[in-house]
């Protein structure tokens, strides 16, 4: 049976999967290596993967994640699982990895991911040939959750929303100015915090000063991000919670641009169960 991964900077989605048919899913913390040490990881996945697992033979694992793009990061994922199954072979790699993997399959296009972050690749079918660093959400991760909840944080706080919605927005989260400044300058992970924000933005649509925030920052995304590949001539698939929450607006940002949309799915995973079975 192969076990497999798809690890955001904010959830790990597991599935066990035997001949392509998923036996079980298991969801726990991101796994960010650059956040997390060899022996948390593997702590939660004694306590939550494990007990999911530990009645299947398990021969091979795949794990795909944030922050897995060199082999010393690597190296903690695989000894957090080697831990709990020693006995498997494992293979890590980035998150991008995945995203090309499950939206392309074995053949070519770019591969984009926007969930609490964003990346994006050229993918010829068989690995990737081409990224744009995505820098984070400080420098980068344009069109991001992350960035999605900075901007509407941004606007809000400097009086750019429609009258009436900052206020709506500060009781709907239970924040004030100072919580807000607190969390993103002094708190750990402001990106998550920031994300979780994001689905505001979702609920207000409608208004144009949110309308137009949404808007510019999917097109910063493709403008400097997808542009840089060759989008004339390969369809643009696209992954995570805010591609898939945001479709339509993704779509219609892509299309104005000149870009064909193929692919967009919540999760990779689906994908990646028909990649490792062909």
Known sequence: MILLADGGSTKVHWCLVDHGKQITQVFTKGANPFFRTSEDIAGELRD???PQIKEYPVG???FFGAGCANPEKNAVIEQAIATILPNGRIEVGSDLVAAA????GRKKGIACILGTGSNSCFYDGKEICETISPLGYILGDEGSGAVLGKLL???CLKNQLTPGLKEKFLQQYDLTPAIILDKV???SLPNRFLAGLSPFLIQHIEDPTISALVIQAF???FTRNVMQYDYRHNPV?????IAWYYKEIVIKVATGL?????????LPMEGLMEYYHT
């Open 48 to 50: 939550i993967l494990l």
């Open 60 to 62: 091979e694992v795949h």
């Open 101 to 104: 993997r499950g939206l392309c």
């Open 153 to 155: 944080v941004g606007a």
């Open 185 to 187: 300058y002094k708190q």
């Open 219 to 221: 097109r910063d995304f």
């Open 237 to 241: 698939h696209l992954t995570g919670s």
């Open 258 to 266: 000149g870009i064909q949309t193929g692919k967009i799915t919540q």
